[in-house]
């Protein structure tokens, strides 16, 4: 369940940072992003933020993540013979061994296409300047960053 939504807020994020990247205004791609169901994101809205084609092996693990997921939130349970109990928990095995490959798979997207693989350096050096930001100007509170 809560890959599915990782997942989904993953997307949305990659997808709102493309956008703006691409010129696109808030007031189009926001109105995207809440509207389009996840098929469609990964499809044109995915292409059109100029981002690569996602492989179609990934795709199939998004849609049985998500899947899953709707089934247990939306509570669509219905009695089941042992067998499809059984191809049930199949499916739900093989999405479990699927989700680290697809994670990988969009955090090397997220990698590539804006850290450009300096997202350690980058992320150090940010915190560099805020801690020396505040030994030169410790705020009036607990401070936040630690060294």
């Given at each position: 369940?809560?890959?599915?939504?990782?997942?989904?807020h993953?997307?949305?994020?990659?997808?709102?940072?493309?956008?703006?990247?691409?010129?696109?205004?808030?007031d189009i791609?926001?109105?995207?992003?809440r509207?389009?169901?996840?098929?469609?994101?990964?499809?044109?809205?995915?292409?059109?933020?100029?981002?690569?084609?996602v492989?179609?092996?990934?795709?199939?693990?998004?849609?049985?993540?998500?899947?899953?997921?709707?089934?247990?939130?939306h509570?669509?349970?219905?009695?089941?013979?042992?067998?499809?109990?059984?191809?049930?928990?199949?499916?739900?095995?093989?999405?479990?061994?699927?989700?680290?490959?697809?994670?990988?798979?969009?955090k090397?997207?997220?990698?590539?296409?804006?850290?450009?693989?300096?997202?350690?350096?980058?992320?150090?050096?940010?915190?560099?300047?805020?801690l020396?930001?505040?030994?030169?100007?410790?705020?009036p509170?607990?401070?936040?960053?630690?060294?």
């Amino acid at each position: 369940m809560f890959y599915a939504t990782w997942f989904e807020h993953f997307i949305n994020g990659i997808l709102i940072r493309s956008l703006r990247r691409a010129g696109f205004a808030e007031d189009i791609y926001i109105p995207m992003i809440r509207t389009f169901n996840l098929q469609t994101k990964m499809a044109s809205t995915w292409k059109l933020a100029g981002l690569p084609e996602v492989p179609a092996e990934m795709i199939r693990t998004l849609n049985l993540v998500t899947e899953l997921r709707n089934g247990f939130v939306h509570y669509k349970w219905s009695a089941l013979s042992p067998q499809a109990e059984e191809q049930q928990k199949t499916r739900l095995r093989e999405a479990t061994n699927q989700v680290a490959s697809l994670v990988s798979y969009f955090k090397a997207v997220e990698d590539q296409f804006f850290w450009n693989g300096r997202e350690a350096e980058l992320i150090e050096a940010f915190r560099a300047d805020l801690l020396e930001a505040e030994r030169e100007n410790p705020p009036p509170y607990p401070a936040i960053v630690r060294s």
